[in-house]
T-cell receptor
Framework: GAGVSQTPSNKVTEKGKYVELRCDPI?????LYWYRQSLGQGPEFLIY????????DSGLPNDRFFAVRPEGSVSTLKIQRTERGDSAVYLC?????????????FGPGTRLTVT | DAKTTQPPSMDCAEGRAANLPCNHS???????VYWYRQIHSQGPQYIIH???NNETNEMASLIITEDRKSSTLILPHATLRDTAVYYC????????????FGTGTRLTVIP
């Protein structure tokens, strides 16, 4: 079946602009995660959804970052007033939380460049 | 979650076994050891996980010491496609189960 998909694959924006990054999880996966990966570093947790609700948003760096998952499937990560330090690969992962399985399945990521 | 320590890089000859070590001396009793890998320009990929028993699947074997303070991921016959960054993660199987990746081990398989 289809894996996790993320769009766009690349996004270049100017400092101060607003961006939205989209994640389509694997069908039926109720858990969804956003991570951010800077060059040379491992992915860093941002936010976790269980269904429609953000169950853990402790990794969001500040209030410019927000994420939604209104119908419990597709999620959008929103970044306001982008800064050059926001440049990174944003990864989405999903997990089927009802099977006792804890493996997370990752998408290919969106590379965000803020100029 | 417990912190893990891995060597920054390793080389392995193609066709030989790759043994990737991980220290997790502060791991708690309910934390599992997970291994993921990340091939260049791709998202991380789950490999294997275990609590205290050794585990094997089609990708790899996981050997966990009896005191659970360290583990080794074994790729029995490394191929060039196994070149990647390998992450060892200690995580509970409750709640969010969000993963702390660290910087991992960059494995290079040499022809």
């Amino acid at each position: 079946g289809a894996g996790v998909s993320q769009t766009p694959s690349n996004k270049v924006t100017e400092k101060g602009k607003y961006v939205e990054l989209r994640c389509d999880p694997i069908s039926g996966h109720t858990a969804l995660y956003w991570y951010r990966q800077s060059l040379g570093q491992g992915p860093e947790f941002l936010i976790y959804f269980q269904g429609t609700g953000a169950a853990d948003d402790s990794g969001l760096p500040n209030d410019r970052f927000f994420a939604v998952r209104p119908e419990g499937s597709v999620s959008t990560l929103k970044i306001q007033r982008t800064e050059r330090g926001d440049s990174a690969v944003y990864l989405c992962a999903s997990r089927h939380s009802g099977t006792g399985s804890y493996e997370q399945y990752f998408g290919p990521g969106t590379r965000l460049t803020v100029t | 979650d417990a912190k893990t320590t891995q060597p920054p890089s390793m080389d392995c000859a193609e066709g030989r076994a790759a043994n990737l070590p991980c220290n997790h001396s502060t791991i708690s009793g309910n934390e599992y050891v997970y291994w993921y890998r990340q091939i260049h320009s791709q998202g991380p990929q789950y490999i294997i996980h275990g609590l205290k028993n050794n585990e094997t699947n089609e990708m790899a074997s996981l050997i966990i010491t009896e005191d659970r303070k360290s583990s080794t991921l074994i790729l029995p016959h490394a191929t060039l496609r196994d070149t990647a960054v390998y992450y060892c993660i200690a995580a509970r199987q409750t709640g969010a189960n969000n993963l702390f990746f660290g910087t991992g081990t960059r494995l290079t398989v040499i022809p």
